[in-house]
């Protein structure tokens, strides 16, 4: 079994019994006040370098001595930090002991010189995951869903930084997906948004179901 763990904003952890792996770990202001030290993981997952996703990244793979999967550029930078990392780029995929990583595009600022902010698809111990990192909507996510078969993508809907509920779920359609989950919203004033409101309009107007996971609480993915 497969659990979706959630941090809060675009931070969230997939585990099973016996692994563990965490996505843009920004712990800062975490309702359940989880530091660096309380993560256990294998594996870091980086989207990109902005102060609220690549976070504690450092601190946290130092720690659990894990391995910082990103793009090349993000990936050189952990290596000058003395942390394992492998490097990925757009379009590229890899198989690590948990599964599968495809690294998709994402339309959104790099926070790092020469790089490119990504997405991620990653099959993790048999339950794929899009997890689109910080985005604007763009039509070529039709094509994912024909790369990958998806069981839940993990959409941001925040708005003024990323895509908000009516571009997610444009998202939803193209995509063709049948379970999301909203993330990176709340976090501050400036991307409020309603979670409710957005799961009854993507139900009404998508084939899909939209799970909402409470910050500090988890969900079993099936």
């Known amino acids: 079994m497969v659990k979706f763990r959630y941090i809060h904003h675009a931070c969230f952890i997939l585990e099973t019994e016996t692994d563990a792996i965490i996505f843009d770990p920004f712990l800062d202001g975490n309702p359940a006040g989880i530091t660096a030290d309380d993560i256990k993981v294998s594996h870091v997952l980086v989207?990109?370098?902005?102060?609220?996703?690549?976070?504690?990244?450092?601190?946290?793979?130092?720690?659990?001595?894990?391995?910082l999967?990103?793009?090349?550029?993000?990936?050189?930078?952990?290596?000058?930090?003395?942390?394992?990392?492998?490097?990925?780029?757009?379009?590229?995929?890899?198989?690590?002991?948990?599964?599968?990583?495809?690294?998709?595009?994402?339309f959104h600022g790099s926070g790092i010189a020469g790089g490119h902010a990504c997405g991620f698809i990653v099959d993790f111990y048999g339950t794929t995951i899009y997890f689109a990192g910080d985005t604007a909507l763009f039509s070529d996510m039709r094509l994912l869903s024909e790369l990958e078969n998806i069981d839940y993508a993990v959409l941001p809907i925040g708005d003024n930084f990323t895509m908000g509920p009516s571009d997610a779920l444009m998202a939803i359609k193209l995509l063709g997906v049948k379970k999301v989950i909203p993330i990176h919203y709340n976090t501050w004033p400036?991307?409020?948004?309603?979670?409710?409101?957005?799961?009854?309009?993507?139900?009404?107007?998508?084939?899909?179901?939209?799970?909402?996971?409470?910050?500090?609480?988890s969900l079993e993915l099936v």
């Not at 989207?47 to 391995?67: E, F, P, Q, V």
């Not at 290596?79 to 948990?98: C, Q, R």
């Not at 409020?192 to 084939?207: M, V, Y």
Request: aromatic residues 6%; without cysteine; neutral net charge.
């Open 69 to 106: 999967i990103s793009t090349a550029e993000i990936a050189g930078w952990a290596e000058s930090n003395d942390i394992k990392a492998h490097a990925m780029h757009l379009g590229g995929t890899h198989l690590f002991p948990f599964g599968k990583v495809r690294v998709t595009p994402a």
């Open 47 to 67: 989207s990109h370098a902005h102060a609220d996703h690549i976070g504690d990244a450092a601190a946290i793979a130092k720690h659990n001595k894990a391995l």
């Open 190 to 217: 400036i991307i409020a948004q309603d979670p409710l409101k957005f799961k009854e309009l993507a139900e009404e107007s998508t084939n899909a179901k939209v799970f909402i996971v409470k910050p500090a609480t």
